[in-house]
């Protein structure tokens, strides 16, 4: 799916966003960057081999015990119609933090079995392996988005949260709080600017990374 079916996102125009950020349990996501993470994706309601877009249903928990990340959204300004998409969550993968995540919504995701077994290769299988098509991986994280329809009676996404899996239970997720943006997460940002400007050129030292940790590294091998 091409950007130009993509429905159009909203935007931060105080600057806001660029200060604060998600924590999720796996690092901090900026929050400009969701939703150009997210950009070109398929809108919602498109039918892909990937099964994403997905509806996000805001039920956690056992069944006994039911629990919202987010407050009811099922209809929003405008409100829907009863079986409309409008207001409804959905859920988009995006990259956990410190990683680069290229998801193809025109492939199947891998399953979990699938993702588990790569991660836990005995060394004989590694070269067969590393020789097949890399998996799918929608990841842990997710952007949670539904569909508004504006007082200018324009329709877009609106990013309105984070979603994580917990460790140990990839069935689930927890809502990621927002926070301030601290300094991991300003090179988070600056990680994601410099992917955006181009997919095979990266800074070094990586801006993620202190350079105080390279400097290590670098020492390590000079030493042999």
Do not use: C
């Not at 039918?47 to 928990?61: F, K, M, V």
């Not at 239970?169 to 991991?184: H, M, S, T, Y």
């Amino acid at each position: 799916m091409g950007s130009g079916n993509s429905t159009p996102q909203r935007r931060n125009t105080d600057g806001e966003e660029s200060q604060l950020q998600y924590r999720t349990n796996r690092g901090p996501i900026p929050a400009h960057i969701v939703p150009q993470q997210i950009d070109g994706a398929p809108p919602i309601g498109a039918e892909t081999d990937s099964g994403y877009p997905d509806r996000y249903h805001n039920r956690e928990g056992p069944r006994n015990n039911r629990q919202q990340n987010f407050e009811t959204y099922t209809t929003g300004p405008g409100r829907a119609a009863p079986g409309a998409l409008q207001g409804r969550l959905h859920e988009y993968p995006i990259p956990t933090s410190g990683t680069v995540q290229r998801f193809d919504y025109d492939r199947p995701s891998a399953r979990l079995r699938q993702v588990v077994y790569r991660a836990n290769l005995h060394p004989n299988e590694r070269a067969f392996v590393a020789r097949q098509d890399p998996l799918n991986d929608p990841g842990a994280t997710r952007a949670v988005v539904r569909i508004v329809a504006g007082n200018d009676g324009l329709v877009r996404n609106e990013v309105v949260g984070v979603i994580a899996h917990p460790h140990g239970n990839p069935q689930g997720f927890d809502r990621a709080p927002v926070e301030p943006i601290n300094r991991q997460g300003r090179q988070e940002a600056a990680r994601h600017q410099d992917m955006q400007q181009s997919a095979r050129q990266l800074t070094y030292p990586p801006r993620r990374v202190d350079a105080e940790w390279v400097a290590g590294v670098e020492g390590r091998k000079a030493r042999g």
